[in-house]
């Protein structure tokens, strides 16, 4: 019926019984194996004993006559697989590392002035990246003195170059004509 040779032949200490059940009976007739086993999986109450894996194969049916009962150790059951447990914890670090290092790279680049500036002129949801210059004006003199840059991308204000909590301060001022004839901004700008 069961070759006890290949049973008890595993390498892992496991212990094991083959019995009779009778049909609609919770006791068992001892075949094969470590008598007694499946008296304690009934008396423990569960399928499981504390410290390894235990488990019941009984044929539904009853056309076969016979159960089977077996636990591995806890302890023969971690020996035996160790260096599996040792590689795929191995291969999950090396994987978070990896995938750590990639995601704040690009948080940093997204974060960044130059990040903020190229996802704004790549969203054309937003019709492009363009600024509005404002004219700063002498009151003494009334001659432009330089102009204020008001970044702003289509018809929206200009995510990319917010900060969380408010927009970049527009008082950054591009310097106008300076006395001598020069300027210090390109001429693009001056003539907006």
């Known amino acids: 019926m069961i070759d006890q040779r290949v049973l008890s ?8 019984e083959a019995f009779t059940r009778p049909p ?16 304690q999986f009934v008396a423990g109450g569960n399928r499981f004993f504390s410290g390894g894996l235990s488990a019941e194969v009984c044929n539904t ?8 009962a077996g636990h591995y150790s806890g302890k023969a059951l971690l020996q ?11 291969l999950c670090l090396l ?6 290092r990639k995601v704040y790279t690009r948080l940093a680049y997204r974060r ?15 019709g492009g990246f363009h600024c509005h210059y404002q004219p700063i004006i002498d009151l003494g003199s009334g001659r432009i003195v330089g102009v204020e840059a008001l970044p702003a991308s289509g018809t929206k204000p200009a995510r990319s170059l917010r900060t969380s909590s408010s927009p970049k301060s527009t ?6 004509p300076l006395p001598n004839g020069s300027s210090a901004s390109s001429p693009t700008i001056l003539e907006r």
């Open 24 to 39: 609609d009976e919770d006791y068992g007739m001892h075949l094969y194996g470590t008598p007694g086993l499946f008296q």
């Open 95 to 100: 994987i978070a590392a990896v995938t750590q």
């Open 171 to 176: 008082r950054r001022m591009i310097p106008g």
């Open 61 to 68: 049916n009853e056309q076969l006559g016979f159960c089977l």
């Open 112 to 126: 960044s002035i130059p990040g903020r500036i190229a996802r704004a002129l790549r969203r054309s949801d937003y």
């Open 80 to 90: 035996r697989h160790m260096v599996l447990i040792g590689a795929s914890i191995a």
């Open 9 to 16: 032949g595993t390498k892992t200490p496991f212990s094991w």
